[in-house]
């Protein structure tokens, strides 16, 4: 079975919307404003592209990317991988960084079951919650940014579900606050 890996920046109270720049949110680009670049920080990001060997998406996320990843020489690893996409409303991917379209979570589900590596899913707040609520989620990578959002499009849901346990895989903070966390869900 394929491993499935949410990976998403996310502000220390939950936010994940918009954190390069997106239109829309008034906190939009709140992972480069105010906070001091380090490098370190994501070394995590090239070594998902490197491991992972398939990329899953929700719609909103995949027509931001769509026309904007197949340009940026730094995604190349994952513009030469399959890439999915899981909608209700998207007739097809664009022809631009093409995809197949997946229409439910047991599309996904089935997708886990066939051979191949690491499946990574990028932003997609909608799909992550829906994904972690069926108990799809093997893995988290968390890049945690010292700022509170507020209001926002949140990686969790506050679903009423039993609980579940996490163990830390990896962890390290950097010298501009933000910390690293990497957990495998237990099952």
Do not use: C
Not at 49 to 64: D, F, I, K, P
Not at 166 to 179: A, C, F, K, M, Q
Request: aromatic fraction near 10%; avoid cysteine.
């Amino acid at each position: 079975m394929r491993t499935l890996i949410v990976t998403a920046f996310m502000s220390l109270d939950g936010v994940m919307e918009a954190p390069g720049g997106e239109p829309g949110y008034r906190n939009s680009g709140w992972t480069f404003k105010d906070i001091e670049f380090d490098p370190a920080v994501y070394e995590i990001k090239g070594r998902e592209q490197e491991e992972t060997s398939a990329l899953l998406l929700g719609r909103v996320s995949y027509e931001a990317f769509a026309p904007i990843w197949p340009t940026m020489d730094e995604f190349a690893g994952y513009n030469a991988m399959p890439r999915y996409v899981v909608s209700t409303t998207l007739e097809q991917g664009d022809e631009r960084w093409p995809a197949t379209v997946l229409r439910s979570l047991e599309d996904v589900a089935a997708l886990k079951q066939t051979e191949g590596g690491p499946i990574a899913v990028h932003g997609s707040a909608t799909l992550g919650r829906a994904l972690a609520d069926a108990g799809l989620v093997d893995r988290y990578h968390l890049l945690v940014f010292p700022v509170l959002l507020g209001a926002g499009k949140r990686l969790f849901s506050d679903a009423d579900k039993d609980k579940q346990f996490l163990t830390v895989r990896e962890s390290e903070t950097y010298g501009n606050g933000i910390t690293k966390l990497v957990y495998d869900v237990n099952r």
